[in-house]
């Protein structure tokens, strides 16, 4: 049975005259007539009865243009479904990413791509570590993830995005949080907050080995899976903690974020996929992806210049800064404090 010929019935039965159904398919009518006497051979009953006068639907007929007309919408709809999902405008896709990638990009990015691509189930997954987000893209419980770097995944294409500035979270009442930029071995004395060290995530390394540079290895009194616990943890009074100025966009309540000495090494971010996927819905997001990091005018993108606590303060803030002559502290971007 040919969905032709099921196109042409419905035609023919519609119009009840095969001159007219012949002229509005464009082909003659002896072809149409041929394709009707073809699919009654293939259904196993009469769907017509012509006569000189007139065209009549039989009962099995009746019954048979209900169900063609289902079946040709069903065809249609499935053709559009897979038009789409060629596009990467309709299916999954699953993300996982590190907790500090949340607090700025990823919110954008999500944004975006639920605007350009509505249809798309869009499923996030956090707060994870690299090694965790590793294993979840290699078992294909994921389909991207942004994460820390290295990856050690041979099974993955990684692009690095950014690399980001360190920066130090104290309590607001602490000493350190009226410096502009805190030089990282003012910290010797102090208890971190950090994630965990047999997790193998990257923050922790880079924490660690930056403390050891500095000359003094850091007294880790707890630890933490996810960056916002740890932010919760440094504003209740438990220690300090070493993460990415991109934290700063949570506008925490009670800690305070300064960037650490510009001799401080910084913490990359990539995003990472199956090499070898096809998807176009991932490809989709990955675009979406660049595009907002063309479009970004982020100074924590800049981990070489000399950008100061400064970049990442309001108007208020300087402005308080220049006529009171004293320090501002900041918690997130936008909670203020008199000098």
């Not at 099921?6 to 002229?23: D, G, M």
């Not at 196993?44 to 009865?49: K, S």
């Not at 040709?72 to 060629?86: E, F, H, K, P, Q």
């Not at 979406?288 to 400064?310: C, F, K, M, N």
Request: net charge neutral.
């Amino acid at each position: 049975m040919e969905i032709r010929h099921l196109r042409s019935f419905i035609v023919v039965a519609e119009e009840l005259h095969f001159s007219n159904a012949a002229r509005i398919l464009y082909v003659t009518q002896p072809t149409l007539t041929h394709q009707i006497k073809q699919l009654e051979v293939d259904v196993g009953a009469q769907l017509l009865v012509r006569t000189s006068r007139k065209v009549e639907l039989t009962e099995a007929g009746r019954e048979f243009l209900i169900r063609s007309r289902q079946i040709l919408a069903s065809i249609d709809d499935a053709a559009d479904a897979a038009a789409r999902v060629s596009r990467g405008e309709r299916g999954k896709l699953a993300v996982g990413f590190t907790g500090t990638a949340t607090y700025e990009l990823l919110p954008k990015i999500t944004r975006r791509f639920r605007k350009e691509c509505p249809d798309v189930e869009l499923v996030l997954r956090g707060e994870m570590l690299t090694p965790a987000l590793s294993e979840a893209l290699v078992h294909r419980e994921l389909d991207v993830a942004f994460l820390r770097p290295p990856i050690i995944a041979p099974e993955l294409e990684v692009r690095v995005l950014r690399s980001e500035r360190l920066g130090v979270l104290v309590p607001e009442w602490h000493p350190l949080a009226d410096h502009r930029r805190i030089d990282l071995s003012l910290l010797a004395t102090e208890p971190f907050v950090a994630h965990p060290a047999r997790a193998g995530g990257a923050m922790f390394t880079v924490m660690l080995q930056s403390c050891l540079a500095s000359g003094f290895r850091p007294n880790v009194v707890q630890e933490a899976t996810e960056t916002s616990v740890i932010v919760s943890l440094v504003a209740a009074g438990l220690g300090v903690a070493v993460l990415p100025m991109s934290v700063g966009a949570m506008q925490v309540v009670g800690a305070v974020l300064r960037p650490l000495s510009a001799t401080t090494p910084g913490i990359e971010l990539a995003v990472a996929w199956r090499q070898g996927d096809i998807s176009t819905v991932r490809r989709r997001f990955i675009e979406i992806v660049d595009r907002t990091l063309a479009e970004e005018d982020s100074p924590s993108i800049d981990v070489e210049g000399d950008q100061l606590a400064a970049d990442h303060r309001c108007d208020v803030c300087e402005a308080r800064e220049r006529h009171n002559g004293g320090a501002v502290l900041v918690v997130g971007h936008h909670r203020h404090r008199r000098a």
